[in-house]
């Protein structure tokens, strides 16, 4: 039940196995709650993703958002409304060139994504693996994603933002183990919620994390709680930035260790039905 402190409260959830269900979409339940409680009982909320907003467009139609949204595990911040970027953490101009080097060194690839006066772009070198493949085809049919080609990464002039691997987990811990201690850049490394043993390692900024883009919607909007739902990994951050956290029942099992409070699953709208029962205006 809603009380006091939740007057000016922010609420912040994931979206890949948290807010939507196993199509990658959001239910009409959870479109229909969570509408309810933004127009009717003042709910402040918004998504924090792995994502662009390439994807996030189409998949967050349903709801009527009004806050800036975190993207990219807070690389990027969007503003739906003015349909503009609030914040771009950009990185050091050398990472093209070393993840190019890398690359060729391991047989492996990735996706980089660039940006450019308000506009992002997506370069890859080789789609070398399924993997690489079904991302690309997913986001460039279902999402209408474009996507470049390039000899090498360093001959794109537009500054890089993000690089994302997607592999076997044994094949991806090289490249983790090669820029772990390097000061410039984050890294989340997690296991892919759709698929059985396929693994993500993005590569960006370290000005960025979920951590640092709930700080900067919460003082930018002028919050005084925070209210976290997560389900893997790379949610860590978010939570550190969280006054409550939550998780629903299908979360790895390190993050039900590190959350105040467990919900059902991502399948059964756990997300709306929890904050519809605490925040509508009947409780």
Not at 107 to 127: A, D, P, Q, V
């Amino acid at each position: 039940m809603a009380n006091a402190k939740d007057k000016n409260t922010l609420v912040v959830s994931d979206l890949d196995g948290t807010l939507l269900n196993s199509e990658a979409e959001i239910s009409w339940v959870t479109s229909f709650k969570l509408n309810n409680l933004i127009e009717e009982s003042g709910l402040f909320f918004t998504v924090a993703t792995a994502r662009t907003w390439a994807s996030c467009k189409k998949i967050l139609a349903p709801l009527r958002l009004r806050l800036p949204i975190i993207l990219m595990n807070g690389v990027l911040i969007y503003d739906p409304k003015l349909n503009q970027y609030d914040l771009v953490n950009r990185l050091d101009g050398g990472m093209k060139l070393r993840i190019d080097r890398l690359c060729t060194a391991l047989g492996i690839e990735c996706f980089m994504y660039t940006i450019y006066k308000n506009e992002m772009s997506t370069f890859y070198r080789k789609l070398n693996t399924q993997a690489m493949k079904d991302f690309f085809e997913e986001r460039k049919n279902k999402y209408y994603k474009s996507f470049a080609q390039t000899d090498h990464f360093d001959r794109i002039n537009s500054d890089a933002i993000y690089f994302t691997f997607i592999d076997k987990k044994e094949k991806l811990q090289k490249v983790y183990d090669t820029f772990k201690y390097n000061p410039e850049v984050s890294m989340t490394f997690y296991e892919d919620v759709y698929s059985e043993d396929l693994w993500y390692l993005e590569i960006f900024s370290s000005s960025a994390s979920k951590k640092n883009g709930v700080k900067f919607v919460k003082d930018y909007c002028g919050f005084d709680r925070v209210i976290g739902f997560g389900d893997n990994l790379n949610d860590i951050p978010m939570f550190d930035a969280c006054d409550e956290k939550v998780c629903v029942s299908n979360a790895c099992e390190e993050i039900k260790e590190y959350c105040d409070r467990m919900i059902g699953k991502n399948t059964e709208d756990a997300v709306a039905n929890y904050l519809y029962e605490r925040f509508g205006k009947d409780n």
